[in-house]
């Protein structure tokens, strides 16, 4: 059970990093130019999305146990994997 607790834990820690992340995109991508605005806020759209999903995920772990937290586990490290994969892709492009 500690070991779920901690996972738990340093998800919802990355998730608010990530989070913090997106937010200095999104101040940088307002003094971009027009063009570059459309296509950073597409991106960050996106980057939103796959928050939105991570979170929920998290949130169905708070509740599951035994064989379904596995099961959970397992989507949810997918899924924090393409979030990974995007907001460092996201990282490059906006510095």
């Known amino acids: 059970m500690e070991l779920q607790e901690a ?3 340093k998800m ?3 998730l608010k990093e990530w989070g913090a992340q997106v937010d200095l ?3 940088k991508a307002e003094n971009a130019g027009a063009d570059m605005k459309v296509r ?4 960050l759209d996106t980057l939103r999305a796959k928050q939105r999903t991570a979170h929920e995920k998290l949130q169905d772990l708070e509740t599951a146990s035994g064989e379904a937290w596995e099961q959970i586990k397992e989507t949810a490290d997918k899924i924090w ?3 990974r994969t995007g907001m460092a892709d996201a990282s490059a492009r906006f510095k």
């Open 40 to 43: 950073r806020a597409e991106e």
């Open 12 to 14: 919802a820690a990355q």
């Open 25 to 27: 995109f999104e101040a």
């Open 7 to 9: 996972y738990k834990q």
């Open 81 to 83: 994997e393409d979030l």
